[in-house]
């Protein structure tokens, strides 16, 4: 099944089920002072939740562009080593407001995964809350029996206040959640103890798709739990990851999501995908971080230096420098990724169509940009180290120097120093930045490089955040 199929039948079968079907939210976030960008699918419905305001409908699913690179939700370490986490991915979610809660809810995943989709039964596993939720209490005795009616129960495992009990915050709605794993491991990876078969939860393969949350509770400021008189449903399942699955492959890679921009980077830089670990990371890491950078500049959010343009700017340099260091790309490569992207996703996201202009502009130039920075730290970082002789410790100050006057990235500076037979002063490096973050709390942000966005007559304007209102195209933008 093609991804696009996986997502337009996900949406035909929540609508089915009396649902109303809506846009993503815009994955850069305005008017929250909490959040910077879209983290999950909940985050455009938070104010339903606490009871402002009332949704279109009490039934409402979708898919929602969700970032997580700052804030509680920061992946970005484990972008490109692992295969399933991404910066950017797609939240697929059905939401109850006050209307049906566990039961449907519970029916409903199963009935899709397993008759829809066709996911083996043998290959599921879901978890349900036991521990202390903070009143003493310690089971999800009503999901258990609702998940006894469609599941083994040697397939149904228990979870504790991390992983399956959800809170808004330490005040406000909350409950426990039931989480959906499917089983992709090879047959050599499993154990089989008197003909069952042993469940490692950390094997990546044993891969978490959905999270169905159920609110039920409201956590008052003194600890304790009040039952909520209208009890929602929020769920939220990994598009990417489902797709690994019903496409049988063992990474979010390997999926029709991925390949078309991993085979153009292919064909741009001659390095095979699958060729060694090294370059396959850097090739993940590239295909991963257009798709952040592309969207969150369609939607309005370009880079500076800083708040939530800066986090952009940032994972842009990111796969510019993964591209310089493994692939042996030294000329701006990643806009010409963006074509590709546009034609596999244009057609449900129209924005990627819409903003083409500036999002190819702004990443071409901020890639020259940044690639000559590259090279002029490079030359400096060579003198230098030619200059120290035998000392073969490139002193932290220097290091320092690169990064904050040139925007030379530390971990290269590490690198190259390690080709010259040298390492770098870590502890040095790690106290001039320290210094820095007191002096820059002191001064008063001096910002420059930022984009801006023109309207017709050259003055300085933003594109409304709410996809509803973004009739705004981007057609003129400097740099200030
Ligand atoms: P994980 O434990 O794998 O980090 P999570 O428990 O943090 O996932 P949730 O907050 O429950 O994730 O989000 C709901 C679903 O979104 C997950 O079940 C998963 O399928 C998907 N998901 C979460 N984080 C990512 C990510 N960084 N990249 C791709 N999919 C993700
Ligand atoms: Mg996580
Ligand atoms: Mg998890
Ligand atoms: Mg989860």
């Known amino acids: 099944m093609k991804s696009k199929d996986i997502r337009k039948e996900f949406l035909h079968f929540f ?254 830089s001659g390095v095979k995908y699958g060729a060694a670990e090294k370059t396959d990371i850097a090739i993940r890491v590239v295909v991963d971080h257009l798709r952040a950078v592309a969207f969150a500049i369609a939607d309005g959010q370009l880079p500076s230096n800083t708040g939530a343009g800066y986090v952009i700017r940032r994972i842009l340099r990111r796969a510019i420098s993964y591209g310089y260091r493994f692939l042996g790309l030294k000329e701006p490569f990643i806009y010409k990724l963006y074509p590709i992207l546009k034609a596999e996703m244009g057609d449900f996201f129209p924005e990627l169509v819409k903003q083409e202009t500036i999002v190819t502009g702004v990443i071409r130039e901020e890639e020259a940009s940044f690639l000559r920075t590259i090279e002029q730290g490079l030359n400096r970082l060579n003198q230098i180290i030619e200059q120290l002789g035998d000392s073969k410790v490139v002193p932290g100050d220097v290091i320092f120097e690169l990064y904050d006057t040139f925007g030379f990235p530390a971990d290269l500076s590490r690198i190259v120093a390690e080709d010259h037979g040298f390492t770098i002063d870590e502890a040095g490096f790690e106290a001039e930045m320290a210094k820095q973050k007191e002096r820059s709390k002191k001064a008063t942000a001096l910002v420059t490089d930022d984009w801006v966005i023109l309207d017709d007559k050259g003055n300085e304007t933003s594109i409304a955040y709410d996809n509803t209102e973004a009739e705004v195209k981007i057609t003129r933008y400097r740099k200030v």
């Not at 993503?24 to 699918?41: E, Q």
């Not at 199963?110 to 003493?136: A, P, R």
């Not at 609702?146 to 005040?171: P, S, T």
């Open 15 to 268: 609508e089915t089920k009396g649902h109303l079907i809506v846009d993503s939210a815009p994955i850069v976030l305005k008017d929250d002072p909490t959040l910077m960008f879209n983290n999950s699918g909940m985050a455009q419905f938070k104010e339903y939740f606490l009871g402002n305001g009332t949704p279109k409908s009490n039934r409402i699913a979708d898919t929602q562009k969700c970032l997580r690179v700052s804030g509680k939700h920061n992946d970005l370490d484990d972008v490109g080593k692992d295969t399933y986490h991404h910066t950017m991915f797609e939240m697929l979610g059905n939401w109850s407001f006050g209307d049906y809660f566990k039961k449907e809810a519970i029916a409903w995943a199963w009935e899709l995964l397993t008759e829809k989709y066709g996911i083996s039964k043998d290959q599921i596993y879901v978890t349900v809350f036991e521990g202390d939720k903070g009143d003493g209490t310690s089971l999800d005795e009503e999901a258990l029996e609702l998940w006894k009616q469609h599941i083994a129960e040697d397939r149904i495992l228990y979870g504790n206040k991390k992983d399956n009990f959800w809170e808004m915050g330490d005040i406000g709605p909350c409950g426990p959640c039931s989480e959906i794993h499917v089983d992709i491991r090879p047959e050599a990876d499993r154990l089989t103890v008197d003909g069952k078969t042993l469940v490692n939860m950390d094997h990546p393969q044993v891969i978490e798709i959905w999270n169905l949350v159920f609110m039920q509770y409201q956590r008052k400021a003194d600890g304790s739990l009040e039952s909520l008189p209208a009890r929602h449903i929020d769920t939220g399942m990994g598009f990417e990851r489902l797709a690994m699955v019903l496409q049988g492959k063992s990474s979010n890679y390997d999926t029709d999501v991925f390949q078309p921009t991993i085979q153009k980077l292919e064909e741009i």
